[in-house]
């Protein structure tokens, strides 16, 4: 396991002062050891060791930090920039339908992906539902989800899709398409089995483009092995779509019984798939099974093109963006931070959102959002993992933990108890102490937390039109919290 072979490294550097040829020597060999069985090719190994090497000998010694620790960090650098250092996101067609084409063996998960990427960018984030959860229990890292939100402002958008069955060689296969569309609500372009895969991509392409759709999927077939007829095909289909995007979908768990030979067939794989079709980038799949994401060091190094996605399951929302960053912390087994803007997603209608958009710019935004929205982030997971999810949130106790959920609970009571009118209009509750009281005694609440609550959606329109505003370009508002 790469993990333990690295733990090994550090631990042998306990109590040294400072890096030096003689101590990093036996580290570096576990190092180079724990690369190998994670399926890292040699020349990779030795030109990562050798950097690494250099480094860690000059490095000199940084007060306050152990050498072990310096010697953490030079590698992690180094793994991510293994990987392609930053994210590399889809690209999307300035103009017209934007067109993914997906290629691999068989079995890999290219049926799987291509629908879990429909669902992927259909959905919009529910950055308002991530706000409301986190003014409701930790209003003093608000501004971190904002910096979140202006950093990734232009992954707001839900995109119409459109599946394509091109893979022709078993009936199943196209029946497995069209039940996955149905599944996630996304149209699925099909043919019969006889009509060949670069006419039925075509005519899928020329359907989209009539209904305007903003992204065409096709999936097409695999073979257990490369081979001559599967990489004519894919040419054809490539050369009748222009595809915007070639993406080889590539299983993670495939070499991980860390043969040498099956290593060789990835690596072969890959660059293969890269000089015969010409890819753009690969996706990862299945990396919810053992593997420790070894596959995820090579793809970059042998191919030049990176990896953009991940799969990590079977559901349809396993499916994220590759952040080397994150996958170097794994590798390291230094935690997985995810992203909670990733996770605060969710399938949410266009209409829906569009609406909510001009209830926030009009300052309508009333109880029956703030309860839908509370639910939205309810169904997220417990509370403590969502704030698991937020990177640089700190540690939250656990009595802060239930103290959320708690206000949770409370909130719900006392909106269920509000007449349609109250709900819709806040100002009521504002304006009229009576209506306060009579919804604290039906709720059993006090009036000072019917009267909080009232407070608290007032606020939430302010920082909800702060926050659009971040997300059209604006800068971050100060918040007095
Ligand atoms: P294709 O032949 O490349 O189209 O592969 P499929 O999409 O039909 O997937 C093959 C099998 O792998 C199916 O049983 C999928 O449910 C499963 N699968 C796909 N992606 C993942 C993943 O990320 N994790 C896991 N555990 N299974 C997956
Ligand atoms: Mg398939």
New binding site residues.
Partial sequence: QLTTGLETAWNKLRGVDVLSKENIAEPMRDIRRALLEADVSLPVVRRFVQSVSDQAVGAGVIRGVRPDQQLVKIVHDELVKLMGGEVSELVFAKSGPTVILLA?L????????CAKLAFYLKKLVKIEDALVFLSLCCTKKLHILLELIKKKKNGFQGKSCMLVAADVYRPAAID?LKILGEKIDVPVYAEGVDVKPAEIAKHGLEEAKEKSINVVIVDTA?RLQIDKSMMDELKEVKQALNPTEVLL?VDAMTGQEAAGGKLKTRITLVTTFNIEIGITGAIL?????DSRGGAALSVKEVSGKPIKLV????RME?LEPFYPDRMAGRVLGMGDVLSFVEKAQEVMRQEDAEELQKKIMSAKFDFNDFLKQTRAVAQMGSVSRVIGMIPGMGKVTPAQIREAEKNLNIMEAMINVMTPEEREQPELLAESAARRKRIATESGKTEQQVSQLVAQLFQMRVRMKNLLGVMQGGSIPALSN
């Fill in positions: 691999g068989q079995g890999v998960g290219k049926t799987t992906v497995q695999g979908v799949t299945k990396l919810d099974g799969g990590r399951g079977e396993d």
